[in-house]
């Protein structure tokens, strides 16, 4: 039979979870959980998306990811793919890792998002010298909620969440808390949705930014040639000059981010590219944002703040 297609939206955010194969730990050593964590950072920055809770478990990880409109099965399967490739390098194995496919749930309230949130930083309660002092635990981004740890990977948003508590950073930490620790006995997702503590039944999220991912291809690199001071069609004519490697690889990464493309499509838009080559075009077009490249920077910032005015 077929498998059940993955519920999604534009607007969506997600309740992550990624389980390891049976009899297979997920990270081996705490190295292997600071790579994970290494590439969440990556690939949440270069989708512009946000990462508000994470907890690494040794044979499952919990994210509570938005990903702001960009597609959540490309995301994770950037993030999977790219710890797999390293994990079976360094442990000199083979074939899959992972259980499947990765579980989304989508989180369509705010009573919804601060269960999640409880639920993700009280998964260490099951690790005996961290029961009872979950916040310790260095893989779960609680003790950065907390302000006992620092957020070395500048991964965690905890604006969003602050928000929804009503609270002020003054008295932040203690309304968190209070939550988390109320929650601690529920045995299930569903349970904790019903404790939590907030009013709110179904008003979805307010008061964050999400970016329109379906911008047509033609009016994004219209926008950047006329910009950048090339012929509109310049990116289909190119065949091989190097200096204008920075173009190409700046529009392939945009139409990735903006337009929600896979490297397939952005064959289609750019042509004279394989899948392969459409892969390194983006890699290089991200760094350029990396790296500063002014000229590049601000011209991505402002297609940002015309894709955010269009959500």
């Known amino acids: 039979m077929p498998r059940k297609a993955r519920e999604k939206h534009e607007l969506a955010i997600y309740h992550i979870i990624s389980r390891s194969c ?11 959980k600071e790579y994970y964590l290494l590439l969440l950072k990556r690939y949440k920055e ?3 998306s946000s990462v508000y809770a994470y907890c690494l ?15 959540v099965s490309r995301f994770m399967h950037s993030l999977n793919t790219a ?5 079976n390098m360094k442990y000199e194995r083979h074939g899959h890792l992972f259980q499947g496919r990765f579980q989304s749930r989508i989180l369509d309230s705010d009573r919804y998002n601060l269960a999640v949130s409880a639920y993700i930083h009280n998964n260490p309660k099951d690790i005996p010298e961290y029961c009872g002092r979950e916040e310790e635990y260095p893989y779960s981004s609680y ?12 991964l965690i948003d905890k604006r969003f969440i602050m928000e929804l508590l009503h609270a002020k950073s003054e008295n932040f930490e203690y309304k968190y808390s209070e939550l988390v620790t109320h929650q601690r006995q529920a045995d299930n997702i569903d349970e904790f949705k019903k404790q939590a503590l907030i009013e709110v039944e179904n008003e979805y999220i307010s008061g964050r930014n999400v ?8 009016e994004v690199l219209s926008f950047i040639s006329r910009r ?21 690889s700046f529009c392939a990464y945009v139409l990735r981010v903006l337009c929600g493309l896979s490297y397939r499509e952005i064959c289609h838009s750019i042509t004279g590219i394989t899948i392969s080559c459409c892969s390194q075009l983006c890699e290089k077009g991200y760094k350029l944002l990396i790296k500063g490249e002014t000229i590049y920077s601000d011209l991505f910032d402002e297609l940002i703040d015309e894709a955010v005015k269009a959500a």
Request: aromatic letters at 16%; hydrophobic letters at 30%.
């Open 22 to 32: 049976s009899e297979v730990l997920l990270f081996r050593e705490e190295a292997d």
């Open 57 to 71: 478990m040794d044979n499952h990880v919990h994210i509570h990811l938005d990903p702001k409109g960009f597609d």
């Open 46 to 48: 270069k989708y512009k």
């Open 211 to 218: 970016i329109l991912r379906n911008v047509s291809p033609e």
């Open 228 to 248: 950048l001071n090339y012929s509109p069609n310049f990116h289909i004519a190119w065949k091989g000059k190097h200096k204008t490697m920075n173009y190409r």
């Open 83 to 87: 710890y797999v490739r390293y994990y």
């Open 143 to 154: 003790g950065i909620y907390l302000g006992i740890r620092k957020d070395e990977y500048n």
